[in-house]
């Protein structure tokens, strides 16, 4: 598509429920990332895929929090058990691996606001 | 590991006034720097970015900003801000080489006074 999407737009869920938020990025973007932006926050890495493998995982904060892309596109951050603390708008960048460097062409989509009550 | 200071949490301005807004990053080594616009209710969007040569970037929207390696700074600047530059502004950083993570400052929320 013309950019990156994601859905849902907004998600309220109760504290301990699991859920999925996906990530659809620009058509032959190889990289994909994921990040959280909390309140007064910049954003804040989670973890980056090149092609259907995760390259960088470092920044999920713990084992609740889980993200696939088995097909090279589309991605799926997983969140079990959740807490009011994993509330936050949760942002999916794409780039295209070319030019001086990956970063060159990193697209933000609108992200997924998570409200955990 | 990199990291991004932004002191001025909320900036208020009129409408045809200056504005310079500061970045400040830590790293060791060679870095890309970006500053990121979020108009309300919008994506991120990319003002501009510094990868190498001249210091001075210019942007979108009639935005610059300056790379002075000395000081560690990336300052955004604009020399008469618009109604419509109200947004929050975050200045990123990623180093040059080996790291795919952007790190980003905590933000300046612009407001600007018709």
């Known amino acids: 598509g013309a950019g990156v999407s994601q859905t849902p737009s907004n998600k309220v869920t109760e504290k301990g429920k699991y859920v999925e938020l996906r990530c659809d990025p620009i058509?032959?973007?190889?990289?994909l990332y994921w990040y959280r932006q909390s309140l007064g926050q910049g954003p804040e890495f989670l973890i980056y895929?090149?092609?259907?493998?995760?390259?960088?995982d470092s920044g999920l904060p713990n084992d609740r929090f889980f993200a696939v892309r088995p097909e090279g596109s589309v991605s799926t951050l997983k969140i079990q058990r959740t807490e009011r603390g994993d509330s936050a708008v949760y942002l999916c960048?794409?780039?295209?691996?070319?030019?001086?460097?990956?970063?060159?062409?990193?697209?933000f989509g609108s992200g997924t606001r998570l409200t955990v009550v | 590991a990199q990291s991004v200071s932004q002191h001025n949490h909320h900036v208020i301005l009129s409408e045809a006034a200056s504005l310079e807004l500061g970045c400040n990053y830590s790293?060791?080594?060679?870095?890309?720097l970006f500053w990121y616009v979020q108009y309300p209710g919008q994506h991120l969007q990319l003002l501009l970015k510094y990868f190498s040569g001249d210091p001075l970037v210019k942007g979108i929207k009639g935005f610059e900003a300056e790379f002075i390696k000395s000081k560690f700074s990336f300052n955004l600047r604009k020399p008469s801000v618009q109604w419509s530059d109200t947004a929050e502004y975050f200045c990123?950083?990623?180093?040059?080489?080996?790291?795919?993570?952007?790190?980003f400052g905590t933000g300046t929320r612009l407001t600007i006074i018709p």
């Open positions: 058509s032959g973007h190889t990289a």
């Open positions: 990123a950083v990623i180093p040059n080489f080996g790291n795919e993570k952007l790190t």
């Open positions: 895929f090149q092609g259907t493998g995760a390259a960088d």
């Open positions: 960048a794409s780039s295209l691996l070319e030019g001086p460097g990956p970063t060159y062409g990193y697209t």
């Open positions: 790293y060791g080594g060679t870095v890309n």
